[in-house]
């Protein structure tokens, strides 16, 4: 039996803002987004029957129709009518609901596999309008790179890399929902927006100085207040030296860039120190 394998990596934002809350509910986004080598690994191959079984080592996720993985199975199955059994594991990685997108990138990654191993012959674009129907952040990661995404996250344009460096990802023991935080934003009262501009003019001049110095997320002023746990990680991590600092979409994950490994060493030992699920990867260009 032909068994595919995708890899399923974790997105960090390097810019999110809000402008505003729209009337269905939803917030106006503007961010950019890219992808670091901390990855889930999903195994794919078709099974005798009509369903979709799903295993994983990790203990702590779904494995039925509340996994994304799952879900993105059993749409791209009905939607072109295949009538074949698959049985997907999932090797997890990326830690969960830690603002790392990684639910959405298994769905990603899924969309993209079962294509391959059913022969669907669909687009990147295809593959991204079902990714839109699983999840704002899924067809970034269907389609990966670095983009800035608008709309509700699922409007996107490709850009280039940001410069290459190290990025060391901490997740402090608590879980943060996406939902709770963007309803407690207040968006209209923001006093900072971070600048788009700056953050796209620092990645076309491959200026990694200037790529931390533009970093920004509104959704800071939600989590840290309510989490001063995240608040420490990421003083933690300027008083190590990291180069730049910020948490990932709502959090709780923090993440410093360095573009120096004599660095990393030094902020890894020293976040072990409080914080058990420390992570090092590279930025993926
Ligand atoms: P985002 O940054 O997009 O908000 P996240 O990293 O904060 O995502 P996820 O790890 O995707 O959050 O998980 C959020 C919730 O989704 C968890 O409560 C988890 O039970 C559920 N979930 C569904 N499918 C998956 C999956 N494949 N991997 C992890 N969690 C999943």
Redesign the pocket.
């Known amino acids: 039996m032909t068994k595919i394998y995708e890899k399923?990596p974790?997105?960090i934002n390097l810019l999110l803002d809000v402008l505003r809350k729209r009337e269905d509910g939803y917030h106006d986004v503007q961010m950019v987004m890219t992808m670091v080598d901390l990855a889930?690994r999903l195994e794919m191959e078709e099974i005798p029957g009509d369903r979709i079984v799903l295993s994983?080592q990790?203990g702590?996720?779904?494995l039925d129709e509340?996994?994304?993985?799952?879900?993105a199975a059993r749409l791209i199955k009905e939607r072109y009518n295949v009538s074949k059994g698959v049985y997907i594991h999932?090797d997890?990685q990326?830690?969960?609901?830690?603002?790392?997108?990684?639910?959405?990138?298994?769905?990603a990654a899924a969309l993209r596999g079962l294509n391959r191993l059913w022969g669907l012959g669909l687009s990147g674009s295809e593959l991204e309008s079902l990714g839109a129907e699983l999840?704002?952040?899924v067809p970034f990661c269907v389609r990966g790179g670095t983009a800035v995404a608008r709309g509700r996250g699922e409007v996107l344009e490709s850009i280039p890399s940001p410069p290459q460096c190290w990025v060391v990802l901490a997740k402090p023991p608590i879980?943060?929902?996406?939902a709770d935080v963007y309803g407690k934003l207040k968006a209209s009262e923001l006093k900072f927006h971070p600048s788009l501009d700056g953050m796209l003019s620092a990645i076309r001049r491959d200026s990694f100085a200037d790529v931390c110095a533009s970093l920004g997320n509104v959704l800071e002023t939600v989590t840290l207040q309510r989490h001063p746990e995240v608040r420490q990680i990421k003083e933690c991590m300027e008083k190590l030296g990291a180069d730049g600092v910020l948490m990932?979409?709502?959090?709780p994950?923090v993440f410093g860039l360095a573009a120096k490994e004599t660095k990393v060493a030094r902020l890894y030992n020293g976040l072990r120190g409080f914080c058990k699920e420390v992570f090092v990867a590279r930025m993926l260009t």
């Open positions: 399923a974790a997105k889930d994983s990790a702590f996720i779904p509340k996994n994304l993985a799952f879900q999932l997890k990326i830690p969960v609901a830690a603002g790392l997108a990684g639910g959405s990138s298994d769905a999840g704002s952040d879980n943060v929902s996406t990932s979409g709502s959090g994950t």
